[in-house]
C-alpha cells in the first residue's frame, strides 16, 4: 500500500453521442520482438498494410443503452427513446434510454469473448457490438477484473470470427512500433501507428497502475481498443489520455487480459500477496542524507498491527531495498511484486535500519478485498 500525490490530469477516453470527451476519472526481456514473417520494411518503418487486413476483423466497436428516469417535459431530446408511464402521485414521468456511443473492444477468443474497459460498459442496461463487417450484436457482461479497468463481454457469434492473439507485455521494449485500432469519436476502425514511449507508468488511477505509454495517437472512444505489437499480438488494452497532453496515450498491459479471461471462465482469482505497511518513498534530500546518489527503495511509512509485516518484525523507518531478490524502486514497483507472491509463502526482504542492512523474511498474508 502506498501514500502519494498525484498530479496529472487523466482523461479517461470516452466518445459518447451526447458528450464527446467525459472526464473522469514483471520482469523484462533483454530480447528484441522478432517482426512477424512476411513483414516488410522501409526505410526504418514496418508495411503494415496486411498486417492492419489482417488484424482488423478482430477489432470492434461498442456502443451502450443506460436506463435514465426523468419527469415529463415539452422539451426532450433527441438522443434519447421515451416511454411513458404513471408516476407518482400521478405525475407523467417517461422512462428513458439514452444511446452513447463509447468505445472499443476486440475478440479474445472465437466463441464470442470481447475484451474491452470497464468504464466502457459501467451501467449499462444493453450492450451493442459493431462488427467489422457492419454486423451489429448484443452482449453481455461477462466479467469484471477486480484491480484494474477490464471488462469481458459475450456476443453470440454470427459468423466465424477472427480472434486477436494476446502477447506477453512483460517482453515489451520502449521504442518498439505498435499499432492502435479502435473507434476514435465513433469513426470506427482507424489505425494509428507509433512506438512504446514508456513502461510502469503511473497516472493514478489505482493502486495497480503500470501502464504502458505509447505515441500512437488514441482519442476519446478508443477506449478498450487494442495495442498491437508488429508480431499482431495485443501487448495492451488503450485506456486513458493525459488531458493537456499530445502524443501521450496509456494501455494496460496484456497480461492482466489474461487473470480476466480465467475468471470469465468460471475460474476463481488467485489470491493477491499482501504485507499489511503503507510507504512512502525516498525524497533526493532523504537519499543525499543517506550518502546516495539517487532515490533507492522505499520507507516503511506505518507497520498495521496483526499483519505479516508486524508479525515478521517490520518497523516504522525502515528502507525496504530489495524483494524476492528484486531490487526495489518505489512503493508501486513493491505492491506489484508482493501481489503476485501466493499467500502463505515467505519472501526475502532487505532493509535498511539504522544504517545497518537486515535480512527478513515475511510470510506473505492474503490481501483483504
Known amino acids: 500500500m502506498t501514500r502519494m500525490a498525484v498530479h496529472a ?4 477516453l470516452f466518445a459518447s453521442a451526447v458528450c464527446s470527451i467525459c472526464l473522469c476519472t514483471g520482469k523484462t526481456s533483454a530480447e528484441t520482438p522478432v517482426p512477424s514473417k512476411g513483414l516488410t520494411f522501409q526505410r526504418g518503418c514496418p508495411d503494415l498494410i496486411q498486417l492492419i487486413k489482417k488484424l482488423t476483423p478482430a477489432v470492434v466497436s461498442i456502443s451502450i443503452e443506460r436506463h435514465m428516469l426523468q419527469k415529463n417535459s415539452a422539451h426532450t431530446s433527441s ?21 452513447d456511443s463509447l468505445g472499443s473492444g476486440f475478440f479474445s477468443d472465437r466463441t464470442g469473448h470481447i475484451v474491452t474497459n470497464a468504464h466502457v460498459v459501467e451501467g449499462a442496461t444493453k450492450i451493442l457490438v459493431t462488427l467489422s ?3 451489429v450484436c448484443t452482449a453481455k457482461v461477462v ?9 469481458l463481454i459475450k456476443i453470440k457469434p454470427p459468423y466465424p470470427l477472427r480472434e486477436a492473439p494476446v502477447g506477453d507485455s512483460s517482453r515489451v521494449q520502449v521504442g518498439e512500433w505498435v499499432l ?6 465513433g469513426l470506427g476502425k482507424t489505425v494509428t501507428f507509433g512506438i512504446v514511449s514508456g513502461k510502469g507508468r503511473f497516472i493514478g488511477l489505482g493502486p495497480d497502475d503500470d501502464f504502458i505509454q505509447t505515441d500512437a495517437s488514441i482519442n476519446p472512444g478508443n477506449s478498450g481498443g487494442p495495442l498491437f505489437n508488429m508480431n499482431g499480438e495485443v501487448i495492451g488494452v488503450n485506456t486513458a489520455i493525459i488531458a493537456s497532453g499530445k502524443g501521450i496515450g496509456f494501455s494496460i498491459p496484456s497480461n492482466y487480459i489474461r ?3 480465467r475468471s470469465g471462465d468460471g475460474m476463481k482469482q488467485p489470491a493477491r500477496g499482501w504485507l499489511g505497511i503503507y510507504v ?6 532523504q537519499a543525499r542524507a543517506l550518502g546516495l546518489a539517487t532515490p533507492i527503495g522505499t520507507f516503511v511509512d506505518e507497520v498495521l498491527s496483526g499483519t505479516p509485516a508486524s508479525s515478521a518484525g517490520m518497523r516504522e523507518g525502515d528502507l525496504i531495498l530489495s524483494a524476492d531478490g528484486t531490487e526495489i524502486r518505489n512503493g508501486r514497483h513493491l505492491s506489484r511484486i508482493v501481489s503476485n507472491i501466493r499467500p502463505g509463502d515467505p519472501i526475502r526482504m532487505t532493509i535498511l535500519r539504522e544504517h545497518k542492512k537486515h535480512a527478513l523474511e515475511v510470510i506473505v498474508g492474503k490481501s483483504p478485498e
Request: hydrophobic share 35%.
Open 180 to 185: 492502435a485500432i479502435g473507434n476514435p469519436f
Open 259 to 261: 487473470q480476466l479471461v
Open 133 to 135: 463487417t457492419g454486423k
Open 79 to 99: 438522443s434519447f427513446r421515451s416511454h411513458p408511464e404513471l408516476g407518482h402521485g400521478g405525475l407523467r414521468s417517461r422512462e428513458r434510454f439514452q444511446l
Open 280 to 285: 512512502e518513498d525516498m525524497t533526493e534530500e
Open 9 to 12: 490530469r487523466v482523461v479517461i
Open 143 to 151: 466479467a469484471i477484473h477486480p484491480k484494474v479497468d477490464l471488462a
